[in-house]
């Protein structure tokens, strides 16, 4: 009974995750965990702990968060499981970037990242790539890299994870001046959908575009699409986009 009440949470927490529901999908991770260790089922610990490593980032509980995934990809790791461990070093990655280790951060997104190529785990290399690409020095590599990220989150079906990237991709181009590209940033990309089916209702696309449009001095688009973003992301609970709202 543990052990079904331990996945029941653990699929609870994804979904709470993927409707931007952090506090409650960090609840449930816990709970989750909790059922695992009287469960004594190792595989189930370990994706506990990465849902709420996952969940405690998000919300900027980054030490806690990193000392969870850590441990997830330790599990992981023992069981031979390469797509649990892939995906925990990311979330591990995704903690030290928010407490400004950058090194670090690209360390363990590239472990990341060669895992998830080899298991052919798109979740995971859309994750991984999006991580260590999205500030990288070398604008052709990140470009690439991102790219990469977009076309992966693509083929997992995850579109809003895609319409995060895009805007990371928008940024990309917007940075160096190509703002026509930045407004269409998925291009011809080979594996990807038509950009309007990534940007959506998007609330990050959306915020990413809305500051490219102030760039150039279309501040009534940048109005529009800031509002768009508003009414896109009310239920968002996510402190970097409530500031960035603002």
């Not at 409650?24 to 610990?45: I, V």
């Not at 260590?132 to 052709?140: Q, S, V």
């Not at 973003?229 to 709202?245: E, H, K, M, R």
Request: glycine share 8%.
């Amino acid at each position: 009974v543990a052990a079904l009440r331990a996945r029941a949470l653990c699929r609870l927490a994804a979904v709470h995750t993927r409707e931007d529901r952090y506090a409650a999908a960090e609840t449930c991770a816990a709970d989750a965990l909790a059922a695992a260790r009287a469960a004594r089922d190792r595989p189930l610990q370990a994706l506990a702990l990465f849902r709420l490593a996952e969940a405690r980032f998000r919300l900027f509980d980054n030490e806690a968060a990193a000392r969870d995934a850590q441990q997830a990809a330790a599990l992981f790791a023992a069981l031979g499981d390469r797509v649990g461990q892939g995906r925990a070093l990311w979330a591990a990655g995704y903690a030290q970037d928010q407490l400004g280790h950058a090194q670090e951060r690209d360390r363990l997104a590239a472990q990341a990242l060669a895992l998830a190529r080899e298991a052919g785990d798109q979740e995971g290399i859309g994750a991984a790539a999006n991580l260590l690409y999205r500030e990288h020095a070398d604008m052709a590599l990140r470009l690439k890299g991102l790219k990469e990220a977009l076309a992966a989150f693509v083929a997992a079906g995850q579109p809003e994870r895609a319409g995060a990237t895009l805007g990371n991709l928008a940024m990309a181009y917007g940075s160096i001046g190509l703002f026509a590209r930045a407004r269409q940033p998925a291009g011809l990309t080979p594996g990807t959908a038509e950009p309007e089916e990534l940007r959506q209702g998007n609330p990050y696309y959306a915020t990413m575009q809305s500051a490219i449009e102030s760039q150039l001095g279309h501040h009534e688009q940048a109005h529009a699409l800031a509002e768009q973003a508003a009414a896109a992301g009310g239920g968002i609970d996510d402190p970097w986009f409530q500031v960035i709202l603002k």
